[in-house]
Nanobody
Framework: QVQVVESGGGEAQPGGSLILSCATTGIPLDITRREWYRQAPGKERELVAAILSGQRVRYADSVKDRFTISRDNTMNTVQLHMYRLKPEDTARYYC???????????WGQGTQVTVSS
């Protein structure tokens, strides 16, 4: 069994910061991708940031220069540091872990981020 659990969501004012964390527990995985997605009400789920194989990182244009994705191998976590938050960042944020051994994609339940004044 693999569990993916997000934490760190909450409320912030425009211009503020939040840090999301994603922990993976259960059987050891040969992880190929670590990704953060978000979904706002009435909108499709979108990719926010990713750490790919070879440590390449990728960001949505809307969060470039404001969000940073990082990983901690010892804690088996991936974090999303969010700075200069905007109201349009309000969404439920999901962590997705992709692995090749065993092959699979694992999603967390999500954590809510609300940015408002």
């Amino acid at each position: 069994q693999v569990q993916v659990v997000e934490s760190g969501g909450g409320e912030a004012q425009p211009g503020g910061s939040l840090i999301l964390s994603c922990a993976t527990t259960g059987i050891p995985l040969d992880i190929t991708r670590r990704e953060w997605y978000r979904q706002a009400p009435g909108k499709e789920r979108e990719l926010v940031a990713a750490i790919l194989s070879g440590q390449r990182v990728r960001y949505a244009d809307s969060v470039k220069d404001r969000f940073t994705i990082s990983r901690d191998n010892t804690m088996n976590t991936v974090q999303l540091h969010m700075y200069r938050l905007k109201p349009e960042d309000t969404a439920r944020y999901y962590c997705k872990i992709s692995a090749r051994n065993p092959l699979g994609e694992y999603w967390g339940q999500g954590t809510q981020v609300t940015v408002s004044s």
